[in-house]
Every structure is written in C-alpha cells, then in structure tokens.
C-alpha cells in the first residue's frame, strides 16, 4: 500500500476539537479596533467621522439633571422608608441581661442567648427561636476533644453540629454554660399546671 507524504493532497480537518468558532456562540465575537470604528461611526448621535455630535452631548447632563429623584412626594416617602429600614438593620439588637453560651473553632460556632439557638458551619448557618426547638442535646466522644450539639424540632427534626475544643476540660465549662442558657430561656412544658378541672 502507497502512502503519500505531506499534506497537498489531504482535505483540511474541521471541527470545534480544531476551530472553537465552528460551533457558533461558543467564542465570544471579535473585538477588533475595525469592529469598533464600525459601531462608533453608524450610531446615532455621531458625525459620519465618528465623533459624537454636540447636541447629543449637550441634551444629556439636562435629562440627568430632570430625573432627579425625590421630586415627587411620593419619591421622597419611598426614600423615607428605605432609609428607615436601613437603620434598623444597622441597630444592633440590645442584649439582654442573661445569660449567653458561645462556643466555636476555627469552622464552627454556636451562640445560644435570648434570640435563640444559631448554629455555623463553613459558609451555612441556621438560627432557631426558643418556640422553634423541642429539645437541645449534647454529647461528647469517648476519644477526641469533639463536642456534639444537637437541636431538636418539635417536627422530629435534628440538626447537630461538632465542635472541636482545644481541650477535654472545656466540656464541662461547656455544660454548665449551656445548661445555664437552656434553664433561663428555654420552656420544654413541664411547668403545666396540676389542677384542671
């Protein structure tokens, strides 16, 4: 069997594996300075040398100047409400006089207070009013220094979160501030009263 050498009389190969722009849409238009010469000298507004012509110029700053907001009343009332918005997320909530459990490492973070139970990690976090949980858990690894919290839902719900403590002794401090939060903000319904009729 003969074989030739060289590539006259072999057809070219196409494809996008050879040519991206083969398959429209997939490279981005080309953006030569011919390209944009073109577009400047056909828009309107322009002189046919591709200047920008005086009066386009001019009739501009005096739309900007017309449009300004907060000439009408009811510009000024939707301006009023907004900023009255933003202030009230700027406001730190007041903290209330009780008491506070915070523990984190360097990806998660709990905070339990008086809003409520919230719960970090990486990037997601969750937060859960004291009329949203059932039940809150702890637990600690027989071997490591991992600390387990675990919020429950009244809808059978769970939602742990491991945090690592630099040391087997913070458990303890751990408990004991956590039990404190639970005893000041958290009703599980046992103080019903015993006498109904």
Known sequence: MEQRIGSSSSKPLEGAGFDPAFIPGLTAPATGREEDAKD???APGTD???TVADAATEAAPEAEESEKPGDSPAAEAAEAVEAAEESEDDEPEPAADGPV?????RRAALV???RGVRLRLDDQECEFR???IGAVETETARFGKRYTVTVHTPDRRWYPLEIDADSRRRFAEWDAALDK???AYFDDGAEEPADRA
Do not use: C, I, P, R
Request: net charge negative; proline share 0%; glycine share 10%.
């Open 112 to 114: 339990a207070d008086h």
């Open 181 to 183: 939060v639970l005893d």
């Open 40 to 42: 400047t000298k056909d």
């Open 130 to 132: 004291w009329d949203e």
């Open 48 to 50: 046919g040398d591709g």
């Open 101 to 105: 459990f915070e523990a984190s490492d």
